[in-house]
């Protein structure tokens, strides 16, 4: 019976690592392998320092690869890859955030109905602020008649009036003032309500239409009885 040494005796990679291991002394450190620029394939105990400028392969002592390393970087590339890599996980974040304040946004208005109210509700909250100043408003409007009547003894000349006099008329002018502004920003502050409201509304019609379809599909996929 003859045997054919040749094709009985195929060294498989992982045995290649171990008699390379053993004739090189290496521990459980590992082999390294790698390609350099003129295609030799190249192992050793250490990085290899032809293929710097290229990956290499760390093999455990068993053959099989324990990592890849990357190319050497100088200084301006690693803080360009430090750079990138901010970048990538910042805009990670901000896509994890963004996806949080969606979900939020959809539990808290699950529908149409639900985000018309509370619109309607934080418009009417403005609303009755803005009632209650434009009835001091009128009551201010309403003494500074009374006041002027008083100051029509003065039209001559008004230094003679009576201090307590002047000072209602200097006191009325500047309430007069401070509700004309406060009516005024709860007007900026109602625009402010319906824009929200509106920014939202753009981004829950999407959500909506999303949260919809998958259920659509389950049920056009549903057999009928």
Not at 68 to 85: D, N, S
């Amino acid at each position: 019976m003859r045997i054919n040494v040749r094709s009985w005796f195929k060294p498989s990679l992982t045995a290649i690592f171990l008699l390379g291991a053993i004739l090189t002394g290496v521990s459980a450190q590992g082999i390294y392998s790698c390609t350099d620029s003129k295609g030799r394939k190249i192992t050793s105990d250490r990085p290899i320092a032809d293929c710097v400028d290229r990956e290499q392969l760390e093999h455990n002592p068993s053959g099989t690869v324990r990592r890849k390393v990357g190319p050497t970087l100088t200084a301006e590339e690693r803080a360009a890859a430090e750079a990138r890599e901010r970048e990538a996980a910042e805009e990670r974040a901000r896509r994890a955030e963004e996806k949080r304040r969606d979900h939020a946004l959809l539990v808290r208005y699950p529908n149409r109905a639900v985000h018309d109210a509370e619109r309607a509700e934080a418009l009417a909250q403005v609303d009755a602020v803005t009632k209650a100043a434009t009835k001091r408003m009128g009551e201010l409007q309403q003494q500074r008649k009374v006041i002027e009547t008083e100051m029509e003894f003065y039209q001559k000349d008004p230094s003679k009036a009576p201090a307590p006099l002047k000072r209602q008329v200097d006191e009325n002018l500047q309430s007069i003032g401070i509700q004309t502004r406060f009516i005024a920003d709860q007007e900026a502050e109602k625009a402010r309500v319906n824009a929200r409201f509106d920014e939202d509304l753009v981004k829950l019609l999407k959500l909506w239409s999303l949260s919809r379809a998958p259920a659509a599909r389950t049920g056009a996929s549903r057999p009928a009885r």
